[in-house]
């Protein structure tokens, strides 16, 4: 297998007024997401995932870096493995994260709720600043395990009340029988937009990742 740093270095992506296009990458790499600040792929027959940064966002790459170091003794963030100037290699985790488990009806219990909550505190208690806590970032994996990624802005000053919004709608109406807990993606997507616009209101709609 080729080094990680060569792996990273396969991915190509073009920028054009801030939209990011994914052109190349090596074909020992599977990609499994992208968010607002890079994309993931599964590394073939291995159980680690490489996040290559976005070229405007690559100095996030380190600061992640530092931060999972943090967590390294908590089982519910992933190992880290490896990173450098524009990635990280960490654990590539099976399962589905919570924007998964909506739209494909997998019942989120109250247990796993409290477990992700036990997460955070656990990160707080190092110093850490748990933000941008959102359904993508969390995964329920198939061994039943709660997995909290994308710790970049675990050490931001500024208060995220985005886990805090979604226990609460959590408990006022998820677990309420008469609430669908099969969701379509693009209702959960239109949702996301307006509580991001409502958070920051000069904020366009659409950027709902
Ligand atoms: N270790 C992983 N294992 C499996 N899927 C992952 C992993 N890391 C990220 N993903 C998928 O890729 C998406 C984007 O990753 P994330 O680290 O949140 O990027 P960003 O910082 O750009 O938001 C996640 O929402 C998830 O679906
Ligand atoms: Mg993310």
Redesign the pocket.
Known sequence: MLGYNILAESVKMSLDKNRVTLTAFDESLEL?????????F?IRKTDK?L?V??PH?TN?ARE?AEIYKMLQDISYY?TLYDSGRNYLV??????Q?L??CLVNGTHVSQDQIKEIDHALHLARQKGLNPS?IHL??I?ITSEQEI?V??V?RFRQTKQCRQWKDLKSAFYKAYVKPFFPKKIPASVLNLIAALYKKSLNPNVALGDS?
Do not use: L, Q
């Open positions: 499994i997401g992208k968010g607002r600040s890079a994309y993931v599964r995932a996040k940064f976005f966002h996030v992640e992933p960490i654990d590539f985790i099976e399962g994260t924007f998964e941008d993508r970032n995964f997995k990624i994308d970049a990742k």
